[in-house]
């Protein structure tokens, strides 16, 4: 297998200066190395793991990697920000720091750093834990794996995006703190419940914000004190590398209700998904909301007619376009509820970020989730459920919009890579039309738009559909690219995500004129390297 990095600057770089045995190379022979290209072998294993066994216990200190430096050749140097002054960002991996908070793979992600650099990617996004950060007691903080990842960032010359990430992810899996899951266990009402009583338990439920839940604390406090030692912990980093600090808003740290937690197999239809107010408090909340307008016996439970997970929206009278409940008053009444409480956690969670990082020189941002499926009919069932009331007789985003504004926020959008001609056509989905939307609301009340593309498996089209959402009305300031790993830099991806970042550097450029470019800066950057034996060396797997 054979990789072409292919960067924007053309600086010279020996061989050896990029580590990238680091990187988990294990090729017979690198025929020239600058900014502009290597070739070697990548030695991945097939399951998408990264081929570095070794798993050793980093501290800042420990941790070490010589600063990228950039030089010029030919008068001409690298670009940090790409097109319309858009910055680009690569997502860490996931469990890039593991529950014994080791540094997973430390010397590839150190090398891949520099590749990253090299490109002239501006930064990376690191995700966060609470469940690995604070998992054996309430208020007790260990940072010591992603202090080490900061130092890394930094001395790759790299900026970074800080994810908080308030829930639990089941691939891979990292749980929520222990001592939560063991609340959770004689108190299952902290969490999201379904109409059969099923918890979700990868999140708290939203009903329990301001609820002394968590061993006398609410855990909106809980989070408060989570940001305040993140905070004193990488103060020193706090505008300088740490560019900005996205809170987590709910599942997948998405504003929104775990509505489609269960998803369609065997490629079926995407299904409406599930109303997720069966938890004792939400319940509670609903009752009270019922008897406070005059109508008690709205107040009972979610709408008895209301589709289930898997379920098309003519399975049930709520949802249908014509003559469904959700246009009736009873509609109305539960729909605006529903809604209401997510607007307020948002609002809630924003406001603690903001009030936190105030004095801090850092941007402050939530995730609102694309939810496309059945977009195109009247009801928009997939919305409802996730708690956006947003139908064709009323924008539920404008709303969305008001809180992010009020707090100050970023809003990050995904799927900016998602066409509708590749979407189930049985689904009347538009990502296209409903982007569109949200991010029209975004003008209007002046949130800035921050992008991520829906996965790094890649969307047919992908990366033109990326770029064209990146054009217009210069509305996306910076776009995170999901996310690195053994598949992220394989020769089946990165020498297309190679092309995509030349060509937002170079936008007027076709793809033939690129690789013309390529082949043309790689013969001057071959002759600008020393000859030596540092121009080919042996690359193994560390």
Same mark, same amino acid.
């Given at each position: 297998m054979e990789v072409s990095l292919i960067g924007s600057s053309q600086s010279k770089v020996g061989a050896t200066e990029l580590g990238y045995r680091e990187l988990g190379f294990c090729s017979s022979k690198v025929e020239s190395l600058n900014v502009v290209s290597l070739r070697s072998k990548v030695c991945f294993d097939q399951i998408?793991?990264?081929?570095? *066994? /070794?798993?050793?216990?980093?501290?800042?200190?420990a941790v070490k990697s010589e600063p990228v430096r950039s030089t010029e050749v030919s008068g001409r140097s690298r670009k940090s920000k790409l097109l319309n002054g858009v910055k680009l960002y690569v997502g860490l991996p996931l469990d890039i720091v593991?529950?014994? *908070? /080791?540094?997973?793979?430390?010397?590839?992600?150190a090398a891949g750093l520099k590749a990253l650099?090299?490109?002239?990617?501006?930064?990376?996004?690191?995700?966060i834990w609470w469940g690995i950060v604070e998992q054996e007691a309430m208020g007790k903080y260990e940072w010591s794996g992603y202090l080490a990842i900061a130092e890394m960032v930094k001395n790759a010359g790299l900026k970074l995006h800080v994810?908080?990430?308030f829930h639990a992810?089941?691939?891979?899996?990292?749980p929520l703190p222990a001592w939560v899951s063991q609340i959770g266990e004689s108190e299952p009402s902290i969490f999201f419940t379904d109409r059969s009583g099923k918890c979700y338990k990868e999140c708290l439920s939203l009903a329990v914000d301001e609820l002394p839940v968590l061993n006398g604390k609410t855990p909106v406090q809980v989070y408060n004190d989570f940001c305040e030692s993140f905070k004193s912990s990488f103060l020193s980093s706090m505008g300088s590398t740490i560019q900005g600090i996205s809170i987590g808003l709910g599942p997948d740290g998405e504003l929104c209700y775990p509505s489609h937690h269960q998803k369609a197999k065997d490629n079926k239809i995407p299904g409406v998904g599930e109303f997720q107010c069966y938890d004792k408090n939400m319940l509670s909340n609903l009752k009270q909301h019922a008897e406070a307008t005059g109508n008690p016996c709205w107040g009972l439970g979610g709408p008895h007619d209301a589709s289930t997970y898997d379920q098309l929206p003519t399975s049930n009278s709520f949802f249908k376009d014509n003559g469904g409940s959700w246009e009736s008053p009873y509609g109305d009444f539960f729909l605006s509820w529903?809604?209401?409480?997510l607007l307020n956690h948002g609002d809630r969670l924003l406001s603690m970020a903001s009030s936190v990082f105030e004095d801090t020189e850092v941007e402050v941002s939530g995730k609102v989730p694309l939810v496309h499926s059945w977009n195109r009919t009247r009801s928009h069932p997939s919305e409802l459920t996730s708690g956006f009331y947003n139908t064709c007789l009323r924008d539920g985003y404008e709303e969305v919009a008001q809180v992010f504004v009020?707090?100050?926020?970023?809003?990050?959008l995904p799927g900016m890579d998602l066409l509708d001609e590749h979407q189930h056509h049985g689904s009347l989905s538009s990502p296209e039309l409903l982007l569109k939307q949200i991010k029209k609301a975004c003008r209007r009340h002046g949130v800035e738009i921050s992008g991520q593309n829906s996965s790094v498996s890649g969307a047919p089209g992908g990366f033109e559909q990326i770029k064209k959402n990146l054009l217009s009305e210069n509305m996306v300031n910076l776009f995170t690219y999901q996310r690195m790993g053994a598949y992220f830099f394989s020769p089946d991806h990165f020498p297309s995500f190679t092309m995509f970042v030349r060509?937002?550097?170079?936008?007027?450029?076709h793809s033939d004129d690129l690789r013309r470019e390529e082949e043309e800066e790689e013969e001057e950057a071959v002759g600008a390297i020393p000859k030596s034996s540092e121009s080919s060396i042996n690359m193994q797997a560390a």
């Open positions: 998408g793991k990264w081929k570095i *066994n /070794t798993r050793l216990r980093f501290t800042p200190k593991s529950d014994c *908070n /080791t540094v997973n793979h430390a010397r590839a992600i650099k090299l490109l002239g990617v501006e930064g990376v996004e690191l995700p994810s908080l990430c992810s089941k691939e891979p899996q990292i529903y809604s209401n409480q009020k707090n100050s926020s970023t809003m990050i060509s937002l550097n170079q936008p007027q450029l």
